[in-house]
């Protein structure tokens, strides 16, 4: 018999969903929430020049079901990112991540994300200005290296040199970041994995919470990441095939209450977009996320059609629903058995 999983409160950072651009919205979140109670989840980055002079509640606010939330930070003044810290710990967050990962030329030119990592007293001043300005968990999420510099060293150097500053938590990406050469979608796909350099940092750092990130598609490719590091962060795999989600609380967490029923969840997205839609959001800034709920399922693609068609978006959401469903249930009844 195997022992029991810790507890969730234990392992804070256990499991996480990526925090991804265009995707991992207020909307997504709470879709992902219903599916886990507690994966760890992720906003998009938000950098500091937008919250210390854009629209705070668009950026912050979160529904409260989403806990436990962090925020992603993007930036790279010490002050700046220290005020923004004070916000996230007055929004209710539960954690505040700096990005040292992105290897975009937006980014790049804003002197922060992938490139960070080159400068790693900069990276620790910044981790020291935000720890002293708030007391929730401050993180921080980086490559392996930057272009072509491979050698373990220099994400040692980096960990042991922000670890000085107080951080106590690394998200590690395990592939290069190019700068140069590749779009963001290619520095996700392109660069090899190299996990054994995660794997490595724990070993040599072994009071940190050293977490993983990349390639990770599957509950057996997490469940045997957890048997060298404290975390897994599953990015993509997530977001396009989000049922992926609805057995972690039980593997990952020792949860044994019920998985949640598809179609339950289903509904009760519903809800939500006509209560965000009674707010001024159109219901498919919402549904987007959820398009991905019936993978692999007779009647799949024609319900994402519908879900999709932009000839709907003037009905509501549940007449939408209602169209929806009937496609599906119509296949599943049609499918030889």
Same mark, same amino acid.
């Given at each position: 018999?195997?022992? &029991? ?11 996480? /969903? ?5 995707? *991992? ?11 886990? #109670?507690?994966?760890? @989840?992720? *906003? ?9 002079? %854009? ?46 990962? $992105? ?9 922060? %994300? ?14 020291? !200005? ?30 042991? *040199?922000? &670890?000085?500053?107080?951080?106590? /938590?690394?998200?590690?990406? !395990?592939?290069? &970041?190019? @700068?140069? %050469? ?10 090899? @994995?190299?996990?054994?350099? +995660?794997? #490595? ?7 940190? *919470? ?12 997490? !469940? ?21 989600? !609805? ?25 939500? $977009?006509? #209560?965000?839609? &009674?707010?001024? +959001? ?21 319900? #994402? ?14 007449? +939408? ?17």
């Amino acid at each position: 018999m195997t022992a &029991a999983l810790p507890r969730p409160t234990q392992d804070p950072w256990r499991l996480s /969903v990526a925090p991804m651009m265009d995707w *991992t919205d207020r909307h997504c979140r709470y879709f992902h929430r219903l599916l886990s #109670r507690h994966t760890r @989840l992720y *906003t998009e980055m938000v950098t500091t020049g937008a919250l210390l002079h %854009g629209d705070v509640p668009r950026h912050l606010d979160f529904n409260e079901e989403e806990h436990p939330v962090a925020l992603q930070l993007g930036g790279s003044e010490p002050h700046d990112l220290a005020a923004c810290a004070r916000l996230a710990q007055q929004w209710g967050y539960d954690e505040v991540n700096l990005n040292c990962g $992105c290897p975009s030329e937006r980014v790049q030119r804003g002197a922060f %994300g992938a490139c960070l990592m080159s400068e790693p007293l900069l990276v620790a001043d910044c981790v020291k !200005a935000m720890r002293d300005a708030v007391d929730i968990p401050v993180t921080v999420k980086h490559r392996i290296g930057i272009d072509k510099v491979e050698s373990y060293d220099f994400v040692r150097d980096f960990v042991g *040199t922000v &670890a000085q500053a107080g951080c106590e /938590v690394f998200v590690v990406h !395990a592939r290069n &970041a190019w @700068l140069k %050469g590749l779009s963001p979608k290619e520095n996700r796909e392109v660069p090899p @994995l190299r996990y054994e350099l +995660v794997h #490595r940092l724990k070993r040599e750092f072994p009071r940190l *919470t050293i977490a993983i990130n990349g390639g990770l598609g599957d509950d057996d490719a997490i !469940a045997a990441q957890l048997q060298h590091l404290d975390g897994a962060m599953i990015g993509r795999e997530a977001y396009h095939n989000p049922w992926v989600m !609805a057995t972690w609380d039980a593997r990952f967490f020792g949860d044994e209450r019920a998985i949640p029923d598809r179609e339950a969840v289903e509904e009760e997205m519903v809800r939500y $977009c006509e #209560r965000e839609a &009674a707010r001024g +959001v159109p219901w498919p800034h919402v549904a987007r996320h959820m398009l991905g709920l019936r993978n692999g399922l007779p009647g799949a693609r024609r319900w #994402r059609q519908v879900w999709s068609d932009h000839r709907l978006k003037g009905e509501p959401a549940s007449a +939408v629903y209602r169209q929806a469903r009937s496609y599906s249930q119509a296949s599943s009844v049609n499918t030889p058995r």
